[in-house]
């Protein structure tokens, strides 16, 4: 007991009571905001190796974004990144963020399969993909499951077999190799059932999206639940995104 203590004493609460309201402080990058300022946009565009940046109208997507933060770097006036992890969406477009708008990013709640909340709202069992991911995506969804973030104590876990699973989450690009076993791995969890995409390799193929390497007409086949951005993305962001879907902001 005098141990236990003594640890504790030393290294702190390590358990965060509430991820719904954590604040996160700078270097974290999450949500950009674009200001109206009068900067060369095509540089700027320029400078963006995955191409998330565009004009007429001047957004960022956060499907393609990897928060390498160079761009707020070399155009200070007009990109700037806050600590927002809330950035997770179950719209593609949602992801897109235009100058002169500094709401945050939200679930349509419009759009979301009924069967969602009410299936899964207290329990929800996923199994994980890396079709040809980097692996930091997959130590971030670790992560979750740690003594810091405690995911399961909202009855959501990864498990081994698709066939106990409710939902299938996918990370990296979607390599050649990856397509049919990502497929097989889909076909066997039972309906219904979810699809989250987590990274944003898995969103948009990332920096491997013109590559001949990658196979990604898996997601033209399935509807997709919900969209992670991040490269990788924080564990506040997967499991708040996963919350927000399945039980709404409140839940």
Known sequence: MFKETKILYQNGKQYIPDLRRVVL???YRGRPEI?????????????CPLGAISRKPFC?????????????YAFPEKIKFTTDYKIASNKRDHLKIYEGISTGIVIDEHSINPVIRKVFSKSLKLRQVSAGGDNSCEWELNACGNANFDMGRFGIEFLASPRHADGIVVT???SENMAEALKITYDAIPDPKIV????????SGGIFSDSKAINRSFLNDVH???????????????????????RGKKG
Do not use: R, Y
Not at 60 to 72: N, P, R, S, T, V
Not at 224 to 246: E, M, Q, S, W
């Open 196 to 203: 989250i995409l987590c990274g944003v390799d898995a969103i």
């Open 224 to 246: 997709i639940d919900l969209f992670i951005p991040g490269n990788p993305p924080h564990p506040l962001t997967i499991i708040n995104g996963i919350l927000d879907l399945t």
């Open 172 to 174: 990296g690009p979607i």
């Open 35 to 47: 200001s109206s300022a009068q900067v060369d946009e095509h540089a700027l565009e320029e400078l």
């Open 25 to 27: 402080k700078p270097p």
């Open 60 to 72: 960022i997507d956060l499907g393609k974004c990897a928060f390498c933060g160079e761009c707020a």
